[in-house]
């Protein structure tokens, strides 16, 4: 069964940085769009940003952008979220999501996502 495990998740202060990572197992990891989505208590799941599968392209929400940056390293089954200039908004638990191939428009769409990793909290406080 495909797996997706989140890590890095933590409290830290506003204005500071944390790197999540999430390891995939059990598929065929460079063939996958991987992206990005974080929930709030009494929110809807958004989207926070994503790298396709096949040229290393990244999109990211407005609200993320300039501040987040999505990676991925095939040869480790691993995508990053490298987070700087964290703001008390962005707390949330955050999820990891595996879509086989997808395009930029997909890439948004959760109900494109076949794959979901748990979840990490990440708490910025003020």
């Known amino acids: 069964q495909v797996q997706l495990v989140e890590s890095g998740g933590g409290l830290v202060q506003a204005g500071g940085s944390l790197r999540l990572s999430c390891a995939a197992s059990?598929?065929?990891?460079?063939?996958?769009?991987m992206g990005w989505f974080r929930q709030a208590p009494g929110k809807e799941r958004e989207f926070v940003a994503a790298i396709s599968w096949g040229g290393g392209g990244a999109n990211y929400a407005d609200s993320v952008k300039g501040r987040f940056t999505i990676s991925r390293d095939n040869a480790k089954n691993t995508v990053y979220l490298q987070m700087n200039s964290l703001e008390v908004e962005d707390t949330a638990v955050y999820y990891c999501?595996?879509?086989?191939?997808?395009?930029?428009?997909?890439?948004?769409?959760?109900?494109?996502?076949?794959?979901w990793g748990q979840g990490t909290q990440v708490t910025v406080s003020s």
């Open positions: 999501a595996a879509q086989y191939r997808g395009d930029t428009s997909s890439s948004y769409n959760l109900r494109a996502y076949g794959y």
């Open positions: 059990r598929l065929t990891f460079s063939f996958y769009t």
